[in-house]
T-cell receptor, first 114, second 112 residues
Framework: NAGVTQTPKFQVLKTGQSMTLQCAQD?????MYWYRQDPGMGLRLIYY???????DKGEVPNGYNVSRLNKREFSLRLESAAPSQTSVYFC?????????????FGPGTRLTVT | SQQGEEDPQALSIQEGENATMNCSYK?????LQWYRQNSGRGLVHLIL?????REKHSGRLRVTLDTSKKSSSLLITASRAADTASYFC????????????FGAGTRLFVKA
């Protein structure tokens, strides 16, 4: 099992460019999440999908959109990148949204916006 | 403000010593989880302790939870160089829907 996979691993964008971060999991998990990690701030939730067909905003959703393509895949889109979106992005999944189950994380995407 | 805050921010010890990291939080929780992150990698789940539990063990890991003080500690016994990583606590509260908050982490360096 590959677990949670993310592409790309690294990306450099110019301000105003758009891109989509891809995430897939092969653990048959119902819930998927997108976090960003900034130095000294821990992880902050951008969007989550409790189950296939649903998405909800997290703590810092502005400037992002998501798509739960199917049970396996959950993508994060930056429509018009800004330097403030320079960060490391992690996708995660869990069996249930109620968080009694731990999350499995992908390896991360390091995004720099210049 | 962050729900979970780890202390210390950084810790450097010799191989074989014990490492203790603390996590404090502000509101009542359903459970508290500890994760490890090696440099440049994703987070890996270590242990989950529920609000009605006081102590859990997993190998060389011991986690305690004191809900009256709203704090938890992670003890790594007989540390190894491979334990060098950042450790995060994540608090899960269930008021107004389940919500998970990660702290900023403790960076542990174990010297061989």
């Amino acid at each position: 099992n590959a677990g949670v996979t993310q592409t790309p691993k690294f990306q450099v964008l110019k301000t105003g460019q758009s891109m989509t971060l891809q995430c897939a999991q092969d653990m048959n998990h119902n819930s998927m999440y997108w976090y960003r990690q900034d130095p000294g701030m821990g992880l902050r939730l951008i969007y989550y999908s409790a189950s296939e067909g649903t998405t909800d905003k997290g703590e810092v959703p502005n400037g992002y959109n998501v798509s739960r393509l199917n049970k396996r895949e959950f993508s994060l889109r930056l429509e018009s990148a800004a330097p403030s979106q320079t960060s490391v992005y992690f996708c995660a999944s869990s069996e249930l949204r109620n968080m009694v189950n731990p999350m499995s994380f992908g390896p991360g995407t390091r995004l720099t916006v210049t | 403000s962050q729900q979970g805050e780890e202390d210390p921010q950084a810790l450097s010890i010799q191989e074989g010593e014990n490492a203790t990291m603390n996590c404090s939080y502000k509101t009542s929780i359903n459970n508290l989880q500890w994760y490890r992150q090696n440099s440049g990698r994703g987070l890996v789940h270590l242990i989950l302790i529920r609000s009605n539990e006081r102590e859990k063990h997993s190998g060389r890991l011991r986690v305690t939870l004191d809900t009256s003080k709203k704090s938890s500690s992670l003890l790594i016994t007989a540390s190894r160089a491979a334990d060098t990583a950042s450790y995060f606590c994540a608090t899960v509260r269930n008021t107004g829907g389940f919500k998970t908050i990660f702290g900023a982490g403790t960076r542990l360096f174990v010297k061989a």
